[in-house]
C-alpha cells in the first residue's frame, strides 16, 4: 500500500494537472471580474438605449461556455486544457462532451 502511493507520488503528469488546476483556479477568479463587468455594461446598455449590445451578447455566451469548460475541467470532468492550451469557444460549442 505504500508504495502505491509512493508511486502516485512520483508521477508527474498528476503535480502537471495540479499546476494547471492552479492556474486555472486563478482564471476562474479573473472570469467573476470579466463577468461583472459584463453584466454592468449590458444593464447601462439597456438602461440607455432599450436593448442589449447584441455584440456582449454573443461575447457572454462564449464567455459561459469557457467558464463551464474551467468547471468541468477543475472538478475532474474533462482532460481537455480550456484556453489558451484549446480553441476559444464559439456559439458552436457544445456544453457536454459525448465521450461519457
Do not use: C
Amino acid at each position: 500500500m505504500k508504495e502505491e502511493i509512493k508511486q502516485r507520488l512520483q508521477k508527474t503528469e498528476t503535480w502537471m494537472r495540479g499546476l494547471y488546476m492552479l492556474l486555472f483556479i486563478f482564471v476562474y477568479g479573473l472570469m467573476e471580474f470579466v463577468i461583472i463587468l459584463v453584466m454592468l455594461f449590458q444593464f447601462i446598455s439597456i438602461v440607455l438605449s432599450g436593448h442589449t449590445n447584441v455584440q456582449l451578447l454573443k461575447f457572454s455566451q462564449n464567455l459561459a461556455a469557457y467558464v463551464y469548460q474551467i468547471i468541468t475541467f477543475l472538478t475532474f470532468n474533462s482532460e481537455q486544457l480550456p484556453f489558451p492550451f484549446s480553441v476559444w469557444p464559439s456559439e458552436k460549442t457544445q456544453y457536454i462532451e459525448d465521450d461519457q
